[in-house]
Every structure is written in structure tokens, then in C-alpha cells.
């Protein structure tokens, strides 16, 4: 017996262009962030440590 597949929501007109504009605000927003050194994180540091001792060749 085949499972019923849901209807997807799709938008329209107004709806789709405030839906873009708020997407495009947060990508703007996002690139705006300043970058981190991962490097700097204590829980990557320890992630490397932990790595180190295991002998896992990553």
C-alpha cells in the first residue's frame, strides 16, 4: 500500500516577496558577522587533543 504524499505549501504574491526580503535581510545579516578562529574554541582544542591521543588519522 503506497504511503499519501502531503501537499507542499507554496506562497504567492505578497506573501513570497516579504518571505524573500525577510531571507535576504538575514543572509545581509549573517554576512555581516565577524569571522571566528575555530582554532581559538576550547571545545575544538579539546576535540584535537582528544583526536591526538587516539591515534585516528584525520
Do not use: C, H
Not at 575555530?38 to 584535537?48: G, S
Amino acid at each position: 500500500m503506497a504511503t499519501a504524499i502531503k501537499a507542499i505549501p507554496t506562497l504567492y504574491g505578497e506573501e513570497a516577496r516579504r518571505f524573500r526580503d525577510m531571507a535576504d535581510e538575514v543572509e545581509r545579516n549573517y554576512d555581516r558577522r565577524p569571522k571566528r578562529d575555530i582554532a581559538d574554541d576550547p571545545r575544538y582544542q579539546a576535540m584535537q587533543k582528544i583526536l591526538k591521543r587516539s591515534n585516528i588519522n584525520y
